[in-house]
């Protein structure tokens, strides 16, 4: 078997965890006034599940400028990815690399990752994990917004209640430590502060960077008198 | 601006994180920075999640959604899953809508 399909069936455990989201953001989708066709069309040009899902949330309030900065800032952390996966793609031509990198996604990320460290990585199970991943968010999420517009009144099931369910069981998984459990009470904190005195969602952008950087630096100070 | 514009500028954000380090290839991240880095995802979870919990409306309101975010908080906490989370928030909601809260 090539290493291409090893790494394309190499994601099939994941597919009915992007599956379940992409459902999900396929719904929320059709919420915020998005057809079938246009969430489908943000997944397969976009394909990054947070951020689809930040920018869905600000959709009815936020400008396009709004939007496309928090997209960066959530994304921020494929920055870290890309630097751990380099090192191993250096033998490879500036297209490769290119591509590599365009459906990188935390999960094919991981499964490729995992591969390189045991030595058994190369680009084409690269390429498979990236394309598993691929091929199953903008289908669900397709998939989603017709079952979403099957669903008349979400409200009133409580179905619009899966915005902040979903974003509260993504933050705990970031959560690992004290400093984590703080980053998030300011963040939060500020955010919610933050609605009252400023318009649009820019508050979104200004509490986490004021959360992240905060965290920061009660870790270099912590670590400084930690070892003096 | 349009749905497809706002598109391509949220993939080209992406596209810029994804491919940053891998185009530089033999340069390494400052320290400081990557400290930092490890810290925005939950930053940035939480300033979405805590006014979207709170104040949907963009004001402090409690109502049936508050109390079924707060169980679902519970479960998020203690059982560290997206999906129990979420079917755990949405049966409390119901259960809450019959009591009448």
Same mark, same amino acid.
């Given at each position: 078997?090539?290493?291409?399909?090893?790494? /394309?069936?190499?994601?099939?455990?994941?597919?009915?965890?992007?599956?379940?989201?992409?459902?999900?953001?396929? $719904?929320?989708?059709? =919420?915020?006034?998005? %057809? #079938?066709?246009?969430?489908?069309?943000? %997944?397969? @040009?976009?394909?990054?599940?947070?951020?689809?899902?930040?920018?869905?949330? $600000?959709w009815q309030t936020a400008d396009a400028v709004?939007? @496309?900065?928090?997209?960066?800032?959530?994304?921020?952390?494929?920055?870290? $990815?890309?630097?751990?996966?380099?090192?191993?793609?250096?033998? /490879? %031509?500036?297209?490769?690399?290119?591509? /590599?990198?365009?459906? $990188?996604?935390?999960?094919?990320?991981?499964?490729?990752?995992?591969?390189?460290? =045991?030595?058994?990585?190369?680009?084409?199970?690269?390429?498979?994990t990236n394309v598993g991943i691929y091929l199953a968010w903008p289908t669900s999420g397709l998939l989603g917004a017709l079952l979403g517009a099957a669903i008349p009144e979400p409200r009133r099931y409580g179905l619009d209640l899966v915005f902040p369910?979903?974003?509260?069981?993504?933050?705990?998984?970031?959560?690992?430590?004290?400093?984590?459990?703080?980053?998030?009470?300011?963040?939060?904190?500020v955010a919610?502060?933050?609605?009252?005195?400023? #318009?649009?969602?820019?508050?979104?952008? @200004?509490?986490?960077?004021?959360? %992240?950087?905060?965290?920061?630096? /009660?870790?270099?100070?912590?670590?400084?008198?930690?070892?003096? | 601006m349009g749905k497809p514009l706002i598109f391509f500028g949220m993939a080209l954000a992406t596209y810029f994180t994804r491919y940053a380090m891998i185009a530089v290839l033999d340069r390494e991240l400052p320290p400081l920075l990557r400290r930092w880095l490890r810290h925005v995802p939950p930053a940035m979870l939480a300033a979405l999640v805590v006014p979207a919990a709170l104040a949907p409306q963009g004001r402090l309101q409690v109502d049936t959604h508050t109390w079924a975010v707060l169980v679902g908080a519970v479960l998020a906490w203690?059982?560290?899953?997206?999906?129990?989370?979420?079917l755990g928030g949405i049966a409390a909601f119901w259960m809450l809508s019959l009591v009448g809260l």
């Open positions: 078997m090539g290493d291409f399909w090893r790494g /394309l069936l190499a994601t099939l455990p994941l597919v009915p965890g992007v599956v379940a989201f992409g459902l999900l953001y396929g $719904m929320m989708a059709r =919420q915020v006034g998005f %057809s #079938p066709w246009e969430a489908w069309a943000m %997944s397969l @040009i976009v394909h990054a599940g947070s951020a689809q899902f930040t920018a869905l949330a $600000m709004p939007i @496309i900065l928090t997209t960066l800032v959530i994304n921020l952390r494929h920055i870290l $990815m890309g630097a751990s996966v380099a090192p191993y793609l250096r033998g /490879l %031509s500036p297209l490769w690399r290119a591509f /590599l990198a365009l459906w $990188m996604s935390d999960e094919s990320y991981a499964l490729a990752i995992a591969e390189y460290e =045991q030595g058994r990585g190369n680009h084409h199970h690269f390429l498979g369910l979903g974003f509260l069981g993504l933050l705990m998984t970031f959560l690992k430590d004290r400093t984590g459990a703080f980053v998030a009470l300011v963040a939060g904190g919610l502060l933050g609605t009252y005195l400023l #318009p649009g969602k820019w508050v979104i952008i @200004i509490a986490g960077l004021l959360g %992240s950087g905060l965290g920061l630096l /009660l870790e270099e100070i912590g670590g400084r008198w930690g070892n003096p | 203690r059982t560290r899953s997206v999906l129990w989370t979420i």
